[in-house]
């Protein structure tokens, strides 16, 4: 049973920074990608960051570059979305997602579709 569980979201300031897990399990791939996403009220979710295990190979949306990190621990079953200086505009619910790796990928998958399997959410508020 595919399992996949995100945590440490909260309600921070703008310039503080949070660390969010995804505790993934279950799936029976060893060639996978991590998706994280987010979707504010309103809006459309979207790719924050994402990475190909196969490769390495990562991707981050334009409004999080230098700003937020993602990685994985030894085994690969946790990933980790940092985010550092926190802006208003960060504000949403995010997501972690996992897809099964394919061939034709010439870079992580970023869009909704391609990904199998999706957490509930961890809800990530920056307001001063």
């Known amino acids: 049973q595919v399992q996949i569980v995100e945590s440490g979201g909260g309600w921070v300031q703008p310039g503080d920074s949070l660390r969010l897990s995804c505790a993934a399990s279950g799936f029976p791939w060893t060639y996978f990608a991590i998706g994280w996403f987010r979707q504010a009220p309103g809006k459309e979710r979207e790719a924050v960051s994402c990475l190909n295990n196969r490769d390495g190979d990562t991707y981050f949306a334009d409004a999080v570059k230098d700003r937020f990190t993602i990685s994985r621990d030894n085994p690969e079953s946790t990933f980790y979305l940092q985010m550092n200086n926190l802006k208003p505009e960060d504000t949403a619910v995010y997501y972690c997602?996992?897809?099964?790796?394919?061939?034709?990928?010439?870079?992580?998958?970023?869009?909704?579709?391609?990904?199998?399997?999706w957490g509930q959410g961890t809800q990530v508020t920056v307001s001063s």
């Open positions: 997602a996992v897809a099964q790796y394919a061939s034709s990928w010439s870079n992580p998958p970023i869009r909704t579709y391609e990904y199998d399997y």
